[in-house]
């Protein structure tokens, strides 16, 4: 059954990244279009098309070349124009899609949900990735159908990026030089601080509780998680969804905001083997409710460029702990045998954390 539906679920992906693919985009026609196409295919595809109307001159048409100074520098037929700012009463800019950008975000966030969705271990504490042998087609349908919805998903919302921006140099002496600054960020290709963000994190958990009743289990003569009576699928360390926080930029100084973490850690169990039927389990499981702060140690010039963070959590985390052993003799007379212990606790809890940040683009 569950090849089936993987099948299906890879066919189905395929349908839809193909319908995604078959989108088109529309270019916008700018004044002097003829010569624009004429220069598109030479000129470095980095350059935005642009068209400076001027307080003196006609409008000019060409491709966003940077700018020096109060001087705004086109490339039009061939060579450069040099508009100072005071001849300038608009700029209005085609901005490039983003599609393949939103295709190849889309695609990892793809891979990352297939298989959070279908190799999270059942009956473990949240998202551990499953340790049993997945066949090789499982896992091959899984991935590469969410690379392609989540890719066709990407490039279809990336087709909407694409739009004109307008700089309105008509305004008060304060309001030309806040448009100017806003032109020269966008010919330095810089992105606008983002005020608001939302992560996921997954990463190899290094067990302390697990590994020591794991050895402990071994030590007493114990299969450890070979037969399990009441069914957790074995887990490998790797936990899927360890983090979500959702934080708040203040002054491009420091974020402040919330997150939440599962903190549990992959059951263990183990059995005698033929001569009991049953095992012993234990599990821990825990959440933990943080407000956060996260200040970058060295500042840097640009958005983009805070590649060292660290951060303080304070808040309260709830821990569930249990051991149990179940069985029955497999000899007459037959018994029941059973022994349980859990330990529910919330506590205040701290977390102190840093973390170093790529730019993939």
């Known amino acids: 059954m569950r090849k089936k539906f993987v099948?299906?679920?890879a066919l189905v992906a395929m349908v839809v990244a193909g319908m995604a693919m078959a989108q088109q985009t529309n270019?916008?026609?700018?004044?002097?279009?003829?010569?624009?196409?004429?220069?598109?295919?030479?000129?470095?595809?980095?350059?935005d098309n642009i068209v400076v109307y001027r307080r003196t001159h006609n409008a000019l048409a060409g491709f966003l070349a940077g700018t020096k100074g109060d001087t705004l520098i086109v490339q039009?037929?061939?060579?450069?124009?040099?508009?100072?700012?005071?001849d300038i009463s608009k700029v209005v800019i085609d901005v490039e899609s983003m599609a393949g950008k939103y295709a190849i975000a889309g695609m990892l966030s793809g891979i990352y949900l297939g298989n959070l969705l279908f190799f999270s271990?059942?009956?473990?504490?949240?998202?551990?990735?499953g340790s049993d042998d997945n066949e090789w087609f499982e896992l091959l349908a899984v991935n590469s159908g969410s690379a392609l919805v989540g890719g066709g998903l990407g490039y279809v919302i990336g087709l909407g990026s694409g739009d004109e921006k307008v700089f309105?140099?008509?305004g008060s002496e304060r309001q030309q030089q806040a448009e100017w600054q806003r032109l020269q960020r966008h010919s330095l290709r810089e992105p606008p601080a983002k005020k608001v963000h939302l992560t996921f994190q997954a990463g190899h958990v290094y067990t302390r509780v697990s590994s020591r009743y794991k050895d402990a289990l071994e030590e007493a003569g114990f299969r450890v998680n070979e037969y399990s009576f009441d069914g957790p699928e074995k887990a490998s360390n790797f936990n899927l969804l360890r983090k979500a926080q959702l934080m708040v930029s203040i002054a491009d100084k420091a974020e402040i905001g919330a997150a939440l973490m599962w903190l549990g850690e992959p059951r263990v169990w183990g059995d005698f083997g033929a001569n009991f039927f049953g095992n012993v389990s234990q599990s821990l499981d825990a959440t933990g409710y943080y407000a956060l702060v996260i200040y970058p140690p060295l500042r840097a010039r640009k958005p983009r460029q805070n590649l060292w963070n660290v951060g303080l959590g304070i808040g309260a985390a709830k821990v569930d702990f249990s051991l149990r052993a179940v069985g029955r003799t497999?000899?007459?007379?037959?018994?029941?045998v059973m022994a349980v212990h859990n330990v529910t606790k919330t506590s205040f809890s701290i977390a102190i954390f840093t973390g170093l940040n790529l730019y993939l683009y």
């Open 168 to 170: 309105d140099f008509t």
């Open 121 to 129: 271990a059942k009956n473990q504490p949240t998202a551990y990735f």
């Open 27 to 47: 270019s916008l026609a700018l004044p002097g279009a003829s010569e624009l196409s004429r220069m598109q295919t030479s000129q470095n595809a980095l350059f």
């Open 76 to 86: 039009t037929g061939g060579r450069e124009e040099f508009v100072p700012l005071s």
């Open 330 to 336: 497999r000899s007459l007379p037959f018994r029941d």
């Open 7 to 9: 099948l299906l679920f």
